[in-house]
């Protein structure tokens, strides 16, 4: 699977991406707002894509994308779709080198994600969630056309969910 936008091209995780993956989720800031500590090694980050990247995509024909910049060929973060089977909710997600902050692709990237999860794989509903204190995260999930729905709690912190269902998806389209 290969995504495309503009600037960016999205695909599935190799093992082979395991220092990429290991760069940008080894600064604390990073994973500041993920629930998740930073990534201490290369070997950390392959046994990191083996374990849940990759039984992701052979389970539910979705999952975290690699996402790379056209222009450099740099992977630099990753954007997709996580089933929560405890939920059962196709989950949104994104992470990005903190160099690569404020340039519209989380934005760019969410928009390819959510094309995709509607007119490709014809799934019903996408969510996300970010803490109440991660305001740029929020806007991003605002962006892309996800409501507000509640209030929860992720990882012990204060948080919101935001849903967009198919025929949300189709007004904001058209």
């Known amino acids: 699977m290969i995504l495309e936008t503009p600037r960016l091209l999205l695909r599935r995780f190799t093992l082979a991406d395991a220092e ?16 998740n500590v930073p990534t201490t090694s290369v070997e950390e980050a392959g ?3 083996e374990t849940i ?3 992701q995509y052979e389970r539910y024909n979705i999952g975290r994308l690699a996402v790379i910049e056209k222009s450099s060929g ?5 954007c997709g779709l996580r089933y929560m089977e405890e ?11 903190e160099d690569m902050w404020g340039k519209g692709y989380a934005t760019e990237a969410c928009e390819e994600v959510i094309r995709n999860a509607f007119e490709d794989l014809k799934l019903e509903s996408v969510t996300g969630c970010a803490y109440k204190v991660n ?4 806007r991003v999930l605002e962006k892309v056309g996800m409501s507000y729905q509640k209030d929860c709690i992720f990882s012990g912190e204060d948080a919101v ?4 269902n198919y025929i949300d998806y189709l007004a904001n389209k058209y």
Do not use: C, H, M, W
């Not at 305001?135 to 929020?138: G, T, Y």
């Open 20 to 35: 990429a993956f290991y760069q940008f989720n080894k600064s604390a800031e990073v994973v500041k707002y993920t629930g």
């Open 47 to 49: 046994e990191i894509i």
């Open 53 to 55: 990247v990759l039984p």
């Open 74 to 78: 740099r992977l630099f973060g990753f």
């Open 87 to 97: 939920e059962d909710v196709f989950d949104l997600g994104y992470r990005f080198a």
């Open 135 to 138: 305001l740029p995260s929020i």
């Open 161 to 164: 969910l935001y849903e967009l």
